[in-house]
């Protein structure tokens, strides 16, 4: 019988599907994020040109760069997510175990784990012997994840417990397929390699598409919003509550490259607000690294306010004219010259 790792490279070479449309690094060229290149433990991923690139000879389908991908922009051949995520126990391919089966456990992300966690009452992450694996750094990761999970469970009010357990001694050599297993895999095959005769997207960037990544809308449906305790905090992890600081001035880079929609922006009255949805946030930092002035700034999340999805306004600005250009601006009331003449005021008084 051949392990799942031997029959999926017989069955198609593209071990990893991409959404570049998603992929930060093809969205800006100023972008920094290489989550998913640094983490590759083969260095498999590489980006050229703003292209996400993935080296198929060198693959092992461990899943660590879909788990390090903050849009889920990376999905793994193989993986039958909808089978694991519903699973009460979850083993790595290297440890014995029942229920669900992943190459590696740091392929789920605290998202993927706060659905599964709000789900099951109990929750078991069964790995092997991450410090003899070749995918060692997905043990840290897990646990990681782990932690983070078990804060956020217990921050939206649930008392449902996710345990990480490591198996101790040889590492297992990789378990048969079971018919299920090869139904299961024929399934999600089948899928993924009909996606790959779809044409590939261009990039329009001038209108990029904004999406919340499924494995956090999905739990976020689960919470019940009306027991929440009001006093508890969401833990450090992927999402962040944004603010913006006096530096803000109007330019909606933040909004423009945001890949999952989280800020936003209207006008009313002659005034320009911006907006944040901390339930979309996936903690990317491209707001952070793209703003001009350096005003994106980060604040705690109450659990109540990241589980009902609350839109909060970070800033409001007036349209103003500029005293020394005479151009229109946003600004705020008794600000009287523009930014770029600001800029060159402060220059002058410098020298």
């Known amino acids: ?79 039958d997510e909808p089978t694991v995520l519903k699973a009460g126990s979850v083993h790595c391919s290297k440890a014995d175990g029942s229920g669900a089966q992943v190459p590696c456990l740091g392929y789920l992300t605290a998202d993927h784990l706060l659905e599964m966690g709000l789900r099951q009452e109990s929750l078991d992450l069964v790995s092997g012997d991450c410090a003899t694996c070749p995918w060692q750094t997905g043990g840290a990761k897990a646990a990681e994840a782990v932690n983070v999970a078990q804060g956020a469970l217990t921050a939206l009010g649930s008392a449902h417990s996710i345990r990480l357990v490591r198996q101790s001694g040889d590492q297992a050599a990789g378990r048969s397929l079971s018919r ?55 833990p450090a992890g992927p999402w962040k ?10 330019c909606s880079i933040c909004v423009s490259f945001c890949p999952t929609g989280a800020f936003s922006k209207g006008e009313e009255n002659g005034e320009w607000f911006l907006l944040h949805q901390p339930a979309a946030c996936v903690s990317c930092d491209t707001c952070v690294q793209l703003c001009p002035t350096r005003a994106v700034g980060e604040e705690p999340i109450p659990a109540s306010v990241m589980a009902s999805g609350e ?16 151009k229109e601006f946003r600004g705020r009331p008794g600000e009287s010259q523009c930014p770029a003449c600001r800029s060159i005021s402060g220059v002058f008084l410098r020298t």
């Open 311 to 326: 839109v909060r306004e970070v800033t409001r600005l007036t349209k103003l004219r500029c005293r020394t250009c005479r």
């Open 241 to 250: 509550g944004r603010v913006v600081s006096e530096a803000c001035n109007g």
């Open 180 to 234: 299920r297993d090869l139904l299961n895999l024929w399934r999600s095959e089948s899928i993924q390699v009909a996606k790959q005769f779809v044409p590939e997207r261009t990039i329009n960037h001038a209108k990029l598409p904004a999406k919340v990544p499924a494995r956090r809308s999905r739990w976020l449906r689960q919470v019940e919003v009306g027991n929440l305790p009001q006093e508890q905090v969401m």
């Open 1 to 79: 019988m051949f392990n799942l790792e031997h029959l999926l490279k017989l069955i198609d070479p593209q071990p990893i599907l991409i959404d570049h449309q998603a992929c930060l690094a093809a969205r800006h060229k100023r972008a920094a994020c290489r989550a998913c290149v640094l983490l590759c433990p083969v260095h498999a991923l590489s980006v050229e040109d703003g292209k996400l690139e993935v080296d198929a000879s060198a693959c092992t389908r461990c899943g660590l760069c879909a788990g390090a991908c903050p849009t889920g922009a990376l999905s793994v051949r193989g993986v």
